[in-house]
């Protein structure tokens, strides 16, 4: 049995650190995609505050398919033309959103979201994923949660078998 200890006493830095080092020995001795987006979804939103989804989006052609997450019934399928999701697809870059209700062309999967965080997983300089995380509270993500959450996905990504495909 895994436990996850957290200190709330912790700097924002420190919080990240010690979560990645929770991480890493969770994902530790496994390498199954599935089985660790699984885990990871799942991690997020143990440990995080004011989350209402978590999860990974697969791409597939220029489109990206639901994988695993924790939270309500999500979008199945996001084009790269669209949304919060479509945008970090595109560009490569992370996507911070303190209020979604700005966002022209944002795909409300669930109403309750507000702010979104969303990081694009690139392996060998090519776009395999999305890993998305909606709040119901704005500007729930501050610039250290981006940061943090950014080396949570590189632990992720790196213990990860990504040379399999999804069917």
Not at 50 to 60: C, D, E, M, Q, S
Not at 79 to 87: E, L, N, Q, R
Not at 108 to 127: F, M, R, T, W
Not at 139 to 144: A, G, I, P, T
Request: one cysteine or more; aromatic letters at 10%.
């Amino acid at each position: 049995m895994f436990t996850i200890d957290i200190d709330e006493t912790l700097s924002a830095r420190d919080f990240y650190f010690e979560l990645n080092n929770q991480l890493d020995a969770l994902l530790s001795g496994e390498r199954d995609l599935i089985c660790n987006a699984a885990q990871f979804s799942a991690f997020i939103m143990q440990t995080l505050p004011n989350l209402n989804w978590a999860g990974l989006y697969f791409v597939r052609q220029e489109e990206l398919v639901l994988g695993p997450y924790v939270g309500k019934v999500a979008c199945t399928r996001i084009p790269f033309s669209k949304g919060v999701c479509g945008a970090a697809a595109r560009s490569g870059k992370i996507q911070k959103i303190n209020d979604v209700h700005i966002i022209e062309d944002h795909i409300a999967c669930d109403a309750a979201s507000n702010a979104e965080l969303v990081l694009p997983i690139i392996v060998d300089g090519k776009i395999k994923a999305v890993f998305d995380i909606d709040s119901p509270l704005k500007n729930r993500f501050s610039d250290e949660d981006q940061h943090g959450i950014a080396m949570l996905v590189e632990t992720f990504t790196s213990s990860s078998d990504w040379n399999w495909q999804i069917l």
